[in-house]
């Protein structure tokens, strides 16, 4: 089966550092998504691409926070500097988005675990 | 801002016991999607639904899609452990963000 990789699977970085977490989409998916999700705030929406430009990017801190993908085969989310509220986990997803259509659904990564102390 | 809410937050259950998991909203989805999500991992799509309406089984679930396309239900039938999990629905369309709700969280207890 297809699957999203995300890499690392577990970070613990100090405040301050910058941080880099990847994603390997499907390849052939159009869309890829960053989610965050905390026991708190459960998925939030960081970001999102179509065809790798960057459709919303609201969710994010700006000052902080960057999503980038320089090719179609990766996904990067950047914080830096990192704090302690950024702990949580964070996912990518990918899937196919047809234009004029509702129907489609999304593969998830295992997500990355951030811990910042 | 659309925004999806799920009820109950928690349910526990023996098993072999039935049990229906609700989704709502006061905006109208042109699709909705079901996730289980297990301790450690990604959600899992389960189904995607788009006509209002619409009726999907798979195995012992069963889903639905409410006539306005704002809501939406799970119902499990004969409950097993292995169904244990984080329930995510999650609507959006093509020219739509994609939301999820916060989730219900089942325990089915052997």
């Known amino acids: 089966d297809a699957r999203v990789t995300q890499t690392p699977r577990h970070k613990v970085t100090e405040m301050g550092q910058e941080v880099t977490m990847r994603c390997q989409p499907i390849?052939?998916?159009?869309?890829v998504f960053w989610y965050r999700q905390t026991m708190m705030q459960g998925l939030e929406l960081l970001a999102y691409f179509r065809n790798r430009a960057p459709l919303d990017d609201s969710g994010m801190p700006k000052d902080r926070f960057s999503a980038e993908m320089p090719d179609a085969t990766l996904a990067t989310l950047k914080i830096q500097p990192s704090e302690p509220r950024d702990s949580a986990v964070y996912f990518c997803?990918?899937?196919?988005?047809?234009?004029?259509?509702?129907?489609?659904?999304?593969?998830f990564g295992s997500g990355t675990r951030l811990t910042v102390v | 801002t659309q925004l999806l809410e799920q009820s109950p937050q928690f349910l526990s259950i023996q098993e072999g016991e039935n049990l229906t998991v609700y989704c709502n909203s006061s905006?109208?989805?042109?699709?909705l999607q079901w996730y289980r999500q297990e301790p450690g991992e990604g959600p899992v799509l389960l189904v995607t639904v788009v006509t209002g309406g619409e009726v999907k089984k798979l195995k012992r679930l069963t889903f639905q899609f409410g006539d306005a396309r704002k809501d939406s239900s799970l119902h499990i039938t004969a409950a097993q452990p292995g169904d244990t999990g984080l329930y995510l629905c999650?609507?959006?369309?093509?020219?739509?963000?994609?939301?999820f709700g916060p989730g219900t969280r089942l325990s089915v207890l052997p």
């Open positions: 390849l052939g998916h159009n869309t």
């Open positions: 905006s109208v989805f042109s699709s």
């Open positions: 999650a609507g959006g369309g093509y020219g739509q963000n994609f939301v």
């Open positions: 997803a990918s899937g196919l988005v047809k234009t004029g259509t509702g129907a489609y659904g999304y593969t």
